[in-house]
Each structure stands twice: as structure tokens, then as C-alpha cells.
């Protein structure tokens, strides 16, 4: 079993719809969450981080944590073909330290 | 403030052969970290490290390595190169205090002949 899983898409949605992304996780023990956005042809950039369970928002994007669960989501409201590109749902399994471990990534498209 | 530089950006070796890749973080950054991504793998973990220790390791064998220099800047290794290396390597660099944000750099795509 991976570590980090994602569908890999890809995920089609509408502009202006709401776009869901998913993501599991393993290491029950894991501290920290991460989302970071990658643009085809580009390097990753970081767009979310949640430590504790509930929503976090910034902007147009929400995250959501459910450690009981294991299950990480991202939701992007009032979608944008700019928002097209690959999420990559991402955890650190530690409490300090960098060994940030990525999921697959799940391919995006914002149809106009 | 400038970036993460890698260089070089594209790298085209032999099998058999040996790389070295180099990574200058974000000033003040002491945090490097290492990927490698495949579009099969998606991005796996190498290595971090941190003042020119290296503090955690990824599931790759050991003609994989690295080093970190007293500046923070890091250089990445790997010997006797496979096809299966060809990839897409990134570096990342991150702050004390939030060594878990991370900031990449473009990558170095290294293709294996």
C-alpha cells in the first residue's frame, strides 16, 4: 500500500464549479499536510497546510483534515482554467525534520 | 530574493557513467532536500539534509548520495547509472522552523542512454 494516495485523475470540471480533490494516508501518526500544485512543464509550489483536523482557507482554496479518517481534501471554489495542473496531496510523517512524502498527483482540468 | 538554483537544467549520460548534480537554496535556507520524479513514481524522497548532516533517507540504494557544503549548498550523486534513472530531479530547500515547506527548484532532467 502507497503511503499517499490520489486518484490520478484526470478530474474535469467546469469554471466556476467547485473542484474536489482527495487524498488518503497511512502513517496514522503523521503531523502535518500539505498541498502543493504543479503546472505542466513546471516544479512543484506550495499552496495549503493543515495541522489539525477541521478546515483551513485561504482565498478560493480549502483544505480538510480528518486524522481519524486519514483523509485529506482540497477544495477549490469559483474553479479557473488558471487552476488547471496536477495536485499532489503531501505529509510528513514527522513531527519535525523534512521527509515530506508525495502522492502521485491528481491531474485537474477546468473546462470553459 | 533569488529562488532555488539548479544546475545543470538538462543532463544526458550513458549507462554505467556517474552524475553530480548541484543545488544552491534560498538564502538563508539550511534545509536541502532531494526528489526524484518519474511519471510512473511521482515524486519520491531521496534525501534532507540539514548543516551539512544528513538527517533523513529515502528507500534508494546506495549509488544514490549527497552532500551538503557549510554555505547550505548541496550536490547529489549518483554512480554506475541505470536506464531507470532517468528523471526528473528536484531539489528543495526549506527554513529552520518550517523545514516542512518546501521550495523547489526547475529540476534537473537527466535521461540515461
Known amino acids: 500500500q502507497k503511503e499517499v494516495e490520489q486518484n490520478s485523475g484526470p478530474l474535469s470540471v467546469p469554471e466556476g464549479a467547485i473542484a474536489s480533490l482527495n487524498c488518503t494516508y497511512s502513517?496514522?501518526?503523521?503531523?502535518?499536510f500539505f498541498w502543493y500544485r504543479q503546472y505542466s512543464g513546471k516544479s512543484p509550489e506550495l499552496i495549503m497546510s493543515?495541522?489539525?483536523?477541521g478546515d483551513q482557507e485561504d482565498g478560493r482554496f480549502t483544505a480538510q483534515l480528518n486524522k481519524a479518517s486519514q483523509y485529506v481534501s482540497l477544495l477549490i471554489r469559483d474553479s479557473q482554467p488558471s487552476d488547471s495542473a496536477t495536485y499532489l496531496c503531501?505529509?510528513?510523517?514527522?513531527?519535525?525534520?523534512?521527509?515530506?512524502?508525495f502522492g502521485s498527483g491528481t491531474r485537474l482540468s477546468i473546462r470553459p | 530574493k533569488a529562488g532555488v538554483t539548479q544546475t545543470p537544467r538538462y543532463l544526458i549520460k550513458t549507462r554505467g557513467q556517474q552524475v553530480t548534480l548541484s543545488c544552491s537554496p534560498i538564502?538563508?535556507?539550511?534545509?536541502v532536500s532531494w526528489y526524484q520524479q518519474t511519471p510512473g513514481q511521482g515524486l519520491q524522497f531521496l534525501f534532507e539534509?540539514?548543516?551539512?548532516?544528513?538527517?533523513n533517507k529515502g528507500n534508494f540504494p546506495g549509488r544514490f548520495s549527497g552532500r551538503q557544503f557549510s554555505n547550505s549548498r548541496s550536490e547529489m550523486n549518483v554512480s554506475t547509472l541505470e536506464l531507470g534513472d532517468s528523471a526528473l530531479y528536484l531539489c528543495?530547500?526549506?527554513?529552520?522552523?518550517?523545514?516542512?515547506?518546501?521550495?523547489f527548484g526547475s529540476g534537473t532532467q537527466l535521461s540515461v542512454l
Open positions: 528543495a530547500s526549506s527554513k529552520q522552523g518550517s523545514p516542512e515547506k518546501l521550495f
Open positions: 503531501a505529509v510528513n510523517p514527522y513531527s519535525s525534520a523534512s521527509k515530506i512524502i
Open positions: 538564502s538563508g535556507h539550511r534545509s
Open positions: 539534509y540539514f548543516s551539512e548532516t544528513q538527517r
Open positions: 493543515i495541522y489539525s483536523n
Open positions: 502513517d496514522r501518526g503523521s503531523q502535518s
